[in-house]
């Protein structure tokens, strides 16, 4: 008998790549720990390689990981969909306003789009991007429907009825690799704007030091912060997702504070969701499992 791949053993994988560790995984599936390891062996045993190395802050992939994610991604949002496509037979037409984090735009776009415009034709979707704290400004004034939010990890929140956790996110701090700290001058930043929360995350950290800091760039595109930072003129936040080769993480050592985790919500402005919002909703939800490893805006956790 040939080997099957079993879809539970697949999403257990997707998820620790998408949050760099095997806890959270386990947290956001509501599995056991010793479940995702599981998990995991079941999967190298059936490939016949290691999937993950490990230390003790994340995981990275190894090749034969990176390769069986690559392969994999498109297979797992194909099997959600199908199955959710099922569910919610019958719906044709409706209005959405859909607000959008900056930091997920381009991901969200690109797994959203295709799919809404293949299975629900009828559905007229308006985007507005922006940085959380607008988005949910024109949220709780009815200018939205829906909103994506990065908001601090809370987690009273889980309780709300107007939102649905995605998941985590963790911002960490970076330069590029040539990039030199001079403790006797001010750190150049490359900062989110006004409503970013970690534009404020930064500032807060940075303040609570006592570290003397001046704005380099400053801007709405997360592309433009990682060029800078690449370039070697500044120091900033992205979510770890976004970390590439380019770059070096920055640690307590080099005089940047850890950053607290924050959760990627999406938020309703009613609890009367309309069939078409539900749909669309669904669709973003979707993003979030299987996601590639991208640049700006990627949802996994590998860090190169």
């Known amino acids: 008998m040939s080997a099957t791949l079993d879809i539970d053993l697949l999403r257990s ?24 390891s599981m998990h995991v062996r079941r ?3 059936l490939l016949g390689g290691q999937l993950f190395e490990r230390d003790n802050q994340a995981v990275t992939l190894t090749p034969v990981g990176r390769r069986f994610y690559v392969q994999t991604s498109g297979y797992l ?16 037409s409706g209005k959405v306003r859909l607000g959008v984090s900056e930091e997920y735009g381009d991901v969200l776009f690109r797994g959203l789009l295709p799919p809404l415009a293949a299975e ?10 922006g940085y959380s704290g607008s988005l949910a400004s024109l949220l709780s004034r009815g200018k939205l429907d829906i909103a994506l939010l990065v908001d601090l990890l809370d987690i009273e929140r889980n309780t709300d009825p107007l939102s649905q956790d995605l998941g985590l996110t963790q ?53 433009a912060l990682k ?23 920055l640690q307590p050592s080099d005089g940047f504070p850890a950053l607290p985790a924050y959760s990627v919500r999406l938020k309703f402005s009613s609890q009367q969701v309309s069939e078409a919002c539900s749909a669309v909703a669904r ?22």
């Not at 930043?189 to 995350?201: I, K, M, Q, S, V």
Request: net charge negative; proline share 5%.
């Open 13 to 36: 994988f997707h998820t620790i790549v998408r949050f760099g560790q095997f806890r959270a995984a386990s947290t956001h599936l509501s599995r056991s720990p010793s479940t995702i």
């Open 43 to 45: 999967l190298e045993e």
């Open 77 to 92: 949002q194909m099997h959600d969909r199908l199955l959710a496509g099922f569910r919610e037979e019958g719906i044709t």
């Open 120 to 129: 629900y034709p009828g559905i007229e979707l308006e985007v507005v991007t």
């Open 171 to 223: 911002p960490v701090w970076v330069s590029a690799h040539s990039y030199r700290i001079d403790a006797e001058n001010e750190i150049p930043l490359a900062l989110h704007g006004e409503g970013c929360p970690y534009r404020a995350a930064a500032i807060d950290a940075l303040t609570k030091l006592g570290t003397q800091w001046r704005p380099m760039v400053i801007s709405a595109t997360p592309n």
């Open 227 to 249: 060029l800078a930072i690449k370039a070697g003129v500044a120091v900033g936040i992205l979510d770890r997702g976004q970390v590439d080769a380019g770059m070096k993480l």
């Open 283 to 304: 669709l973003v939800s979707s993003c979030f499992i299987g996601a590639e490893h991208v640049e700006a805006g990627s949802l996994t956790k590998k860090v190169s």
